[in-house]
């Protein structure tokens, strides 16, 4: 698959990714076509597939191409009341705290935007990755499909493919912003099979951290409340001055206050 010519403000992504599709469903051709034609058709030893099919957009590796593959499925979030993962005792909505409204600037697979959504936040889920959006933008529609899991939404979760640094300079009115950067590559190989990030950083690749910088730069500027950073437990603050830090099992939350709005 060819990289060359990226959607304006979309990233270029790495190659070894093919396109199959198997569905006739017009949502999907249409995604499928505008993929195809963004990124070209043709890979010969792909390391993923992107696979058009019954059970919506998919992500697999050439050697289980018959197996289910990687998609987003909202429905896999535990959404019945009272549930623990709903809580907002955990770190992430102590982090954002009472605010209503807010933009996840790094959408990938939605999982924390869909939750917020879930635990009431208004949500605008930001990703750059055209892959990924595509993704995503089959999760919600599936999502939307099923009574429980759209009324679990509310309509709270939008779903925009764009880069968020751009983005967020002509957004109004959003009290939190929420970045979670992809993580550096670790030094050592892990032995365990591929989860969630693994494949996400084999479609978009590992953390720019001069980008990362610029939005949350950005980020400061476009918050009226807070910007809130996950960070692994290893790595060095964002900043120096994070006005509260909320500690998960591997990761923290990094609360900081805006840079003052002078309109
Ligand atoms: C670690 S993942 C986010 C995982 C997400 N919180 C979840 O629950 O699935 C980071 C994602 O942010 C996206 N991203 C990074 N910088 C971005 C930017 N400036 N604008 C939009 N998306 C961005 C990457 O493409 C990647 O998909």
Not at 88 to 117: C, S, W, Y
Not at 233 to 244: E, F, G, S
């Amino acid at each position: 698959m060819s990289s060359s010519n990226p959607r304006q403000g979309s990233v270029l992504h790495p190659r070894g990714i093919a396109v199959v599709v198997e569905s006739e469903e017009d949502r999907l051709v249409e995604e499928s076509r505008q993929l195809i034609h963004l990124l070209g058709d043709s890979e010969e030893n792909p390391h993923h597939i992107l696979y058009f099919g019954k059970r919506g957009i998919e992500l697999k590796t050439p050697e289980h191409i018959h197996h289910n593959g990687k998609r987003v499925d909202f429905s896999t979030i535990d959404f019945r009341t009272g549930a623990g993962n709903l809580s907002k005792n955990q770190p992430l909505p102590k982090a954002i705290g009472e605010h209503t409204t807010l933009v996840d600037a790094t959408a990938g697979f939605g999982m924390d935007a869909a939750r917020l959504a879930m635990m009431g936040y208004h949500v605008i889920a930001i990703e750059q990755s055209p892959i990924i959006s595509a993704m995503l933008r089959d999760g919600l529609w599936r999502a939307e499909q099923n009574t429980e899991v759209r009324e679990a939404l509310g309509g709270r979760l939008t779903i925009i493919e764009s880069n968020s640094t751009q983005h967020l300079q002509n957004i109004q009115c959003v009290e939190v912003v929420y970045i979670d950067p992809m993580f550096p590559p670790k030094r050592k190989k892990s032995a365990l099979p591929p989860g969630h990030i693994q494949v996400l950083q084999s479609v978009v690749g590992y953390d720019n951290p001069e980008q990362t910088r610029l939005l949350f730069k950005v980020a400061l500027t476009a918050a009226t409340r807070r910007v809130v950073v996950k960070r692994p437990m290893h790595a060095p603050p964002m900043t120096t001055n994070p006005i509260a830090t909320h500690n998960g099992k591997l990761v923290r939350y990094e609360v900081y206050r805006p840079t003052p709005h002078t309109k």
